[in-house]
Structure formats: structure tokens, C-alpha cells
């Protein structure tokens, strides 16, 4: 005849070491999580990084007009960036890891930006993204009240 107090005994033998498994899988997917979230905030952080450098380059590159073009022209609401001039401001702000696209069309500037992001936290591998950010500026000429047609 059995007691009560054996068949206790035989359950905690059969269970014995099962928290051990649950511990490691929990761990596990704590680790995958750290890993994700840290991967996440590099590449967002990087991308505002760029997304700010891009919007002060195109600001910047707004500001650069074309006065040549300006002078010539009778109408002085007319006005065009100098896209030599903000190309090469824009380069002197850059870091080497960062690629510059910039157009000018008339008196509106597009600036695009690209870098190579390292992800922190990989196991076993240095993986990296491209980061893209891209900006638009445009001039605004005001004419005092007496020169508005």
C-alpha cells in the first residue's frame, strides 16, 4: 500500500530541474528583447542625429543666395540658391561616413542624407543599416508694402 507521503515524493522527483528550463527560457527572451531594443534606439537615435543635420543644412543652404542671378534680375522677389556655394558649406559640415545629395531648383533646396549605422548589440556578428534622412528648405522673399504688386 502506498502513502501519501510517497507519491509526493515520486511528483517532486518528476519535476525536479523544470524551473531550471523556465529560468533559461525566460532568460533567453529577456536577452533577445535587450538586444532588440538597443538595436532599435542606436538606429533611431542615429536617424535624428541625421534628420537635424539635414533640416540645419538645408536652412543653411536656403540662405545661400544666388546674387548674381539676383542682381540681374528687375523683379526682386525673383531669387535663386547658389547650389555651388551651398554644396560646399555643405560638405565642410559633414562627417566622412555621411553621403550628400543636394538639389536646387530655383529658390527651394533638397538636401538627402545617408550613413552607415553600426548595430550595438549582435551576437556573434557586427551587422550595419543605412540610416536615410532628407530635408527641404525653401526662400521666402517678403516685400515691404509699398514694392508687393
Known amino acids: ?8 515524493e ?12 523556465v529560468t533559461i527560457g525566460f532568460l533567453a ?22 534628420a537635424n543635420l539635414a533640416d540645419s543644412i538645408a536652412l543653411a543652404a536656403a540662405d545661400v543666395v544666388d546674387e548674381n ?8 522677389s525673383d531669387v535663386q540658391i547658389a547650389e555651388s ?9 559633414l562627417n566622412p ?5 543636394l538639389s536646387v531648383s530655383g529658390d527651394e533646396v533638397v538636401v538627402r542624407l545617408e550613413r552607415t549605422v553600426d548595430l550595438w548589440l549582435v ?16 526662400i521666402a522673399v517678403l516685400l515691404p508694402a509699398a514694392l508687393a504688386p
Open 69 to 76: 542671378y539676383y542682381q540681374s534680375r528687375a523683379d526682386v
Open 97 to 101: 561616413d555621411t553621403s550628400l545629395a
Open 85 to 93: 556655394r551651398a554644396r560646399s558649406d555643405a560638405q565642410a559640415r
Open 10 to 21: 515520486r511528483l517532486d522527483r518528476e519535476e525536479a530541474g523544470n524551473i531550471s528550463v
Open 123 to 138: 551576437p556573434g556578428m557586427r551587422p550595419q543599416t543605412r540610416v536615410v534622412a532628407e530635408a527641404r528648405a525653401q
Open 29 to 50: 527572451v529577456v536577452g533577445l528583447l535587450v538586444v532588440v531594443v538597443v538595436n532599435t534606439s542606436a538606429v533611431f537615435l542615429a536617424h535624428r542625429q541625421l
Open 1 to 8: 500500500m502506498r502513502t501519501r507521503g510517497s507519491r509526493s
